[in-house]
């Protein structure tokens, strides 16, 4: 009996020892202001097993630094400082990723279409992650077969991950990937059984489920559907995703369920409706940190709950948080929120969570304790401890979901003292979601869509000695011709 418990006690503590907390690392997240503002040293390299740095790209040849005053030695030497990390934790793992939503797809596609580019794609992954000193690479193709992409980025996907793997096994180096979670993306892109074979594990990007890209307010990553949900929203949400990635042959313990450190927001259209599902007039206002139009970092968030006057609530059937204050309305995750999904991880035998991602956790400590997030996916999956929710303010003492009185107002104006984006563009800065220059400056305006037509312009600075390249779409060394 006594050999069988010690046997019990170990297997728990392998089972724990392997789950995976994959964390993500937004580089440019150093370029933020005040208290928003990241350096490779607020990393706390403790509280993942798996750290990613993004974003590097490809050029058609070779793999391509984006931001090299960022990244390289002769500049703030952002990739040396990250791989340094594992002095303060050397059990962690670093990987650099590849692509993300700016970098498109069809450069993927066009680079996975023949067996002799995939080759030069693998090897020039490989050459890259040796130089720099990682311990592995994240593919972020997004999206096989969509964007641009072709039918045959299905079967191109498998093989280019093949090859990968191949290349990546002969110098015992790590290879991953970040994939659609929900089903009608996934279901596009996708040969889940066959990739699976050759990634050591999936990040599930499960987020970005609702946003105001929809005309009405919903969850951002819900972990569940409810009961009101129609047909096309009960499969936008993690459970319905981690499902559907299982049914298709992904192996549980390969499958990283994502969870975000951020929320989508939306104005609403009118004040006196603020549930789920409450009329949008579109993207919520600007964070002073994250500064974009539509997005709130869980730091910008918890500060502003902190400073009163944001109504919070917590729907048990979907396990997940949304405020609202006048027009505006967020749908986010908070500790309890994330706990759950830790828990539903766990219970369902996957490899782990991932973020996306840590800089946008509170990791100053400003609303309490520092990456109250990230410490509770750990308590759960690696120590397997109680959680506090001492930093979540819920108020479920509302009707939400209904109009107290009818509103014919036409003023959308926010009536809180967040910054705003600037209106319509009348000048042509912005031609497509992605930022713009600001002529006869050295700085730029992040555009965002408008459901008019037209886009929103927020400023952004460049920091100092640097000016936005066009081309390159980063804050780079002005060029001296």
């Not at 949400?237 to 042959?249: D, F, H, P, T």
């Not at 828990?343 to 369902?348: C, D, G």
Request: aromatic residues 10%; hydrophobic residues 35%; charged residues 25%.
């Amino acid at each position: 009996m006594r050999i069988l418990i010690v046997f019990s006690i170990i297997c728990l503590a392998a089972c724990a020892a392997e789950k995976k907390i994959v964390c993500y690392f937004g580089s440019w997240s150093v370029y933020r202001p005040g208290n928003g503002k990241f350096d490779i040293g607020d990393v706390d390299p403790t509280l993942c097993t798996h750290l990613i740095y993004t974003f590097v790209g490809w050029n058609g040849n070779d793999v391509k630094v984006l931001d090299p005053w960022n990244d390289l030695p002769n500049g703030l030497d952002g990739f040396g400082r990250f791989n340094a990390l594992r002095k303060k934790s050397p059990s962690i793992k670093t990987l650099v990723a590849i692509g993300g939503w700016n970098e498109g797809s069809l450069k993927y596609s066009k680079m996975a279409s023949n067996q002799k580019s995939r080759e030069r794609f693998a090897d020039r992954a490989v050459a890259f992650v040796k130089k720099w000193g990682f311990d592995g690479f994240d593919l972020d193709w997004e999206y096989p077969n969509q964007r641009g992409g072709s039918a045959k980025d299905v079967k191109n996907f498998v093989e280019l991950v093949k090859v990968l793997k191949q290349r990546f096994d002969k110098e015992g180096l790590i290879l991953s990937a970040a994939v659609a979670a929900a089903e009608s993306s996934a279901s596009k892109s996708y040969d889940i059984a066959e990739m699976s074979k050759y990634l050591d594990f999936i990040n599930l990007m499960a987020y970005d489920f609702h946003g105001a890209w929809e005309p009405t307010t919903g969850l951002n990553a819900p972990l569940h559907a409810a009961a009101s949900d129609s047909y096309e929203a009960r499969g936008l949400n993690s459970e319905a995703a981690v499902k559907y990635w299982l049914s298709k042959g992904a192996p549980r313990e390969k499958l990283i369920l994502g969870v975000p450190t951020y929320g989508h927001s939306f104005t609403l259209a009118n004040p006196r409706s603020y549930g789920i599902g409450a009329a949008s007039s579109g993207k919520g206002a600007a964070g002073p940190y994250t500064q974009q139009i539509g997005m709130l970092g869980y730091n910008e968030i918890c500060e502003m709950q902190k400073n009163g006057g944001w109504k919070v609530n917590y729907d048990e059937e979907r396990q997940a948080p949304w405020a609202h204050k006048d027009r505006q309305w967020i749908g986010f995750d908070n500790i309890k929120s994330i706990k759950a999904k830790a828990e539903f991880a766990k219970q369902l035998g996957l490899g782990g969570a991932m973020v996306w991602s840590i800089e946008t956790d509170d990791f100053r400590g400003i609303c309490g304790e520092k990456y109250p997030l990230l410490k509770t996916l750990k308590a759960v999956l690696l120590n397997g401890e109680e959680v506090s929710r001492d930093q979540d303010t819920v108020d479920n003492n509302e009707v939400p979901n209904e109009v107290d009185e009818p509103n014919n107002s036409d003023d959308s104006t926010p009536t809180d003292n967040k910054p705003r984006p600037l209106p319509l563009t009348t000048i042509g800065n912005c031609q497509a979601e992605e930022p713009a220059a600001l002529p006869g400056t050295c700085d730029f305006v992040m555009c965002s869509s408008n459901h008019r037509g037209g886009y929103y312009e927020t400023p952004m600075k460049c920091p100092k000695f640097l000016c936005f390249n066009p081309t390159a779409r980063i804050c780079d060394w002005p060029r001296r011709d």
